[in-house]
C-alpha cells in the first residue's frame, strides 16, 4: 500500500456543502471542519441529514454545491485510495449473513489489502468479543452481536476518518460501555470520529463536540458540563432559518 | 438559450407555413397506378420516421455527453429526444401498417426496417419508463439505456437483416417522378421543422424547469 | 489493487455465498425448467414440436431466468447495503461489475448445462452434433444478456419499481442476443443443419459482448456514484 502513507490528512472540511434530491434539500450550505483526535456527535429528528453528511463524508455522495476536502484536496483529485483511510459503520452493518464473521472480516481486508489479515482478523475478533462464535454464520447473531462485529469491520483497516450511523442500536450496557471504550482509543489514535445518534445517555461524556441538525441545517452547540439532551432540546426549540 | 429562445417563435411560424398548403399538395401529387390513395402514406409515413431518428440520435449522443460530462443541457436534450423518438415513432409505427396491409395484404412484416424500428421505439419508451418510475438518480440510468440504444441499432440491423427484406428501400425516393418529389420533399423540411421546434420548446421548458428547481433550492438555502 | 483481483475476490465470495444458501441455485434452474415446459404445451401440436421451437424455447428459458437470477443477485447485495460496502472499498468500481457478472456467469452457465439436455430431452434436439459450436454460442449469448444485466440490475438496486424495470430495460437492449442465439442454434437443430450461418451468428454475438461489455465497464462508476 505505497499510496497509504502519503494519502492522510488531519482534518475534514465541509465547506458550503450542499446536497438535494430534486427539491428536497437534504443538507443545506453547512460549513463544517473537524478534526483528529475528536469525536463528534450529530444529533438531530430522523431526516435531518445526518446521514447525508456522513454520506458526503465518506464519498458515496457528491455535494450538489460546496465541497468537501481531505486536509486540503476536494475528494475528487485523491482517487479510489482515498477510501483506504475512510471507515463506515452503515445503519444496515454492511456484513453477509450467508458467511461467518471471519469469512466477512477476512473478504474486505482483502479488499482493503491489508498485511497480516490472518492476524488482524483474529484482533479484531478478540475487539468484538466474539473469538467463540467466529465460524457461525452472521445471519444467527443477534442485532447486537452483528453492530459489535460491523463496527470492527468497518475499523479493519485503520482508517482515519471514522463514520458511525446509530453505532448504539441494539447494544446492551455492558456491550454499549466496551464501544465507548473502543471510541476512546480510537480517539487517542488520532482519528477522526463522526457518530449520528440518538443515544443521549451514551453519547454523553464521549462526544466532544455536538452538531444538532434539523431540516438539513447544521448548528453547533458547545459542549459544557450539561446534560446533552436538555442542550439538544433546547436548541430545537430556537429559532431556525 | 436566448438565441433558441428567439428562434422559436420564427421556427413555429415557419412549421405552421409549410404544413397549411402540405395536404393541398399531398392531394393535388398524381395517383401512383398500383396503390392508388394509399401510396399518399408515404408523405406522412417516412418524414414522421425520419423525425422518429432524429430524436433517438439527439437522445443517443446527448445521453453520452451527461454521462461522461454531467452536462445538464445536455440530459434536458436527451430527454427531449426520447420524448419526440417515441411520439414520432408512435406515427411512423401507426401509418406504416395501413399501408403495410394494402401493398403486401399483411399489417406486419417481422422484416429488418420494421423490426428495428420497433426494437428502438421500445428502447424509448424504456428510456421514459425509468425516467418516471426510476425515482432519484433516474437521469443517470436513463442516459445509460440512451447510449446502450445508440450502440444497439447496427446489432439489430444486421441480426434481422438475415430475414428476407421486403420493405421498399430508400432508393425509392430519387426514382420518384417530380409531380411527387415535390409533395414529398415539402413534407420532409415541414417535418424536420417541426421536429426543431417541438425540440428546442421541450429543451426549453425543461431547462425552466431546472432553473425553477434551482431558485426554489436557493430560497431554502 | 487491480481491477482483476479485485473482480476474483467478489466472485469468489458471491459463490461461497451461494454454496452457503444454494437459493439462486435452486430457484434459477426450477424456473428456467417452468419455462421450457410453458413454452412446449404453447409450441406443440399433436405431439410434436414445430420446426424452431427447441432452440426459441431454450433461449427464452434463458433469457427469463437470467433475468430473475440477476434481480435475486443484486437483491441480497441490497438486504445489508452491502453494495454500498463494496463502492466504498478502495478498488476500481469497474471490478465489482466485473464480480459480480463472473459470479453470475458461473451461475447461468450451470442452470444451462442442466437446461439444455433437458429440452434435447424433451423436443429431441440434436445438442450433441455440434457441441463446441453450440456450447460457445450459449457462451457468447450467456456473457452479452448478462453483461448487460448486471450494468442494469446493479444500476436500479436504488431504483423504485426495479423488479419490472429490469425486464422492461433489459429485453429490447438484447434483442440481438436472443435472434443470434435462437437463429444460431436452430442452424445446428435444423434438420439439414447448416453450421457456417451457426458460425456467423457466434462471430456476430462475440461482436456484440465486445462492445456491451466495454460499454458497461465505462459507465459503471458514473452511474453507481450518486
Same mark, same amino acid.
Given at each position: ?18 446536497? #438535494? ?8 450550505? +453547512? ?13 438531530? =429528528? ?12 465518506? +464519498?458515496?455522495?457528491? =455535494? ?9 484536496? =476536494? ?28 469469512? %466477512? ?10 498485511? %497480516? ?39 479493519? #483497516? ?39 445518534? #440518538? ?15 434539523? %431540516? ?24 431556525? =432559518? | ?61 446527448? &445521453? ?61 419508451? &424504456? ?10 438518480? &433516474? ?19 444486421? &441480426? ?62 | ?54 432452440? *426459441? ?12 437470477? @440477476? ?13 454500498? !460496502? ?12 466485473? *464480480?459480480?457478472?463472473?459470479? @453470475? ?14 429440452? *434435447? ?37 436504488? !431504483? ?67
Amino acid at each position: 500500500m505505497p499510496s497509504q502513507a502519503t494519502l492522510d490528512f488531519d482534518n475534514v472540511h465541509l465547506r458550503e456543502a450542499s446536497r #438535494h434530491y430534486g427539491r428536497r434539500r437534504a443538507l443545506a450550505r +453547512t460549513s463544517l471542519t473537524f478534526g483528529r483526535g475528536e469525536i463528534v456527535g450529530l444529533f438531530g =429528528p430522523n431526516g435531518a441529514g445526518k446521514s447525508t453528511m456522513l454520506g458526503l463524508l465518506s +464519498t458515496t455522495l457528491h =455535494p450538489t454545491t460546496g465541497s468537501v476536502l481531505f486536509g486540503d484536496r =476536494p475528494a475528487a483529485d485523491l482517487g479510489d485510495d482515498l477510501r483506504h483511510r475512510i471507515g463506515v459503520l452503515g445503519h444496515d452493518l454492511f456484513l453477509y449473513g450467508d458467511l461467518t464473521a471471519r469469512e %466477512n472480516l477476512r473478504f474486505f481486508g482483502q479488499l482493503y489489502e491489508l498485511p %497480516n489479515l490472518d492476524a488482524r482478523v483474529q484482533v479484531a475478533l478478540d475487539e468484538a468479543r466474539l473469538v467463540e462464535r467466529a465460524d457461525d454464520r452472521v445471519s444467527g447473531y443477534s442485532r447486537g452481536l452483528r453492530q459489535r462485529l460491523a463496527l470492527e469491520r468497518a475499523l479493519l #483497516h485503520d482508517p482515519r476518518l471514522v463514520l458511525l450511523d446509530e453505532p448504539f442500536t441494539g447494544l446492551d450496557d455492558d456491550s454499549a460501555g466496551f464501544l465507548a471504550a473502543r471510541l476512546r482509543r480510537l480517539r487517542a489514535s488520532g482519528a477522526i470520529v463522526l457518530m449520528a445518534t #440518538h443515544d443521549f445517555d451514551n453519547a454523553a461524556g464521549l462526544v466532544d463536540r455536538m452538531v444538532c441538525l434539523r %431540516n438539513g441545517r447544521a448548528r453547533e452547540v458547545a459542549v459544557d458540563g450539561r446534560a446533552l439532551r436538555d442542550r439538544y432540546r433546547a436548541t430545537m426549540a430556537e429559532e431556525w =432559518p | 438559450m436566448t438565441l433558441a429562445t428567439r428562434l422559436v417563435p420564427l421556427l413555429a411560424i415557419a412549421t405552421a407555413l409549410m404544413f397549411a398548403p402540405a395536404p393541398f399538395m399531398i392531394y393535388g401529387a398524381p395517383l401512383e397506378s398500383t396503390m392508388g390513395v394509399i401510396q399518399k402514406i408515404f408523405y406522412f409515413h417516412v418524414p414522421a420516421a425520419t423525425a422518429a431518428f432524429m430524436g433517438a440520435i439527439v437522445c443517443g449522443v446527448a &445521453s453520452a455527453l451527461f454521462l461522461w460530462r454531467r452536462n445538464r443541457l445536455a440530459d434536458h436534450f436527451a430527454l427531449s429526444g426520447a420524448e419526440l423518438a417515441v411520439l414520432f415513432g408512435l406515427i411512423m409505427l401507426v401509418t406504416g401498417p395501413l399501408w403495410a396491409r394494402k401493398a403486401w395484404g399483411i399489417w406486419w412484416q417481422w422484416d429488418v426496417r420494421l423490426t428495428t424500428a420497433l426494437v428502438m421505439w421500445m428502447v424509448f419508451v &424504456s428510456y421514459l419508463l425509468v425516467r418516471r418510475f426510476g425515482g432519484p438518480g &433516474s437521469e443517470m440510468m436513463s442516459a445509460v439505456v440512451g447510449v446502450f440504444g445508440m450502440a444497439l441499432v447496427p446489432f439489430v440491423y444486421i &441480426s434481422v437483416n438475415f430475414w428476407r427484406t421486403i420493405h421498399p428501400t430508400t432508393n425509392v425516393v430519387p426514382s420518384l417522378p417530380a409531380s411527387m418529389m415535390w409533395p414529398f420533399g415539402w413534407s420532409m423540411i415541414a417535418f424536420t421543422l417541426l421536429f426543431t421546434t417541438l425540440l428546442l420548446v421541450r429543451v426549453r421548458l425543461e431547462t425552466n424547469r431546472a432553473m425553477l428547481e434551482d431558485a426554489y433550492v436557493a430560497m431554502e438555502d | 489493487m487491480s481491477v482483476l483481483r479485485a473482480a476474483l475476490l467478489i466472485a469468489r465470495k458471491d459463490l461461497v455465498v451461494e454454496s452457503r444458501s444454494r437459493e439462486l441455485a435452486y430457484t434459477t434452474l426450477f424456473f428456467a425448467v417452468s419455462c421450457v415446459l410453458v413454452f412446449a404445451f404453447a409450441l406443440i401440436r399433436e405431439g410434436r414440436a414445430l420446426e424452431d421451437a427447441a432452440a *426459441g424455447i431454450l433461449w427464452v428459458a434463458i433469457a427469463f431466468s437470467g433475468t430473475l437470477a @440477476l434481480g435475486r443477485a443484486f437483491e441480497r447485495e441490497r438486504q445489508a447495503e452491502t453494495l454500498k !460496502a463494496l463502492l466504498l472499498a478502495p478498488i476500481e468500481p469497474s471490478a465489482v461489475y466485473l *464480480g459480480k457478472l463472473t459470479g @453470475l456467469l458461473i451461475l447461468m452457465i450451470g442452470v444451462e448445462l442442466i437446461v439444455v439436455p433437458v429440452v *434435447g430431452l424433451l423436443f429431441d434436439a440434436p445438442i450433441l452434433r455440434a457441441p463446441l459450436l453450440l456450447a460457445a454460442l450459449l457462451a457468447a449469448g450467456t456473457v452479452g444478456f448478462a453483461g448487460v444485466g448486471t450494468l442494469f440490475a446493479a444500476m436500479l438496486v436504488r !431504483a423504485h419499481s426495479r423488479d419490472v424495470l429490469l425486464p422492461v430495460l433489459l429485453y429490447p437492449i438484447t434483442v440481438p442476443v436472443i435472434i443470434a442465439g435462437v437463429r444460431g442454434t436452430a442452424a445446428i437443430f435444423a434438420a439439414e443443419p447448416n453450421l457456417d450461418v451457426a458460425g456467423s451468428w457466434l462471430s456476430m454475438l462475440v461482436f456484440f459482448d465486445a462492445v456491451f461489455v466495454t460499454l458497461a465497464l465505462w459507465t459503471f462508476r458514473p452511474v453507481m456514484s450518486d
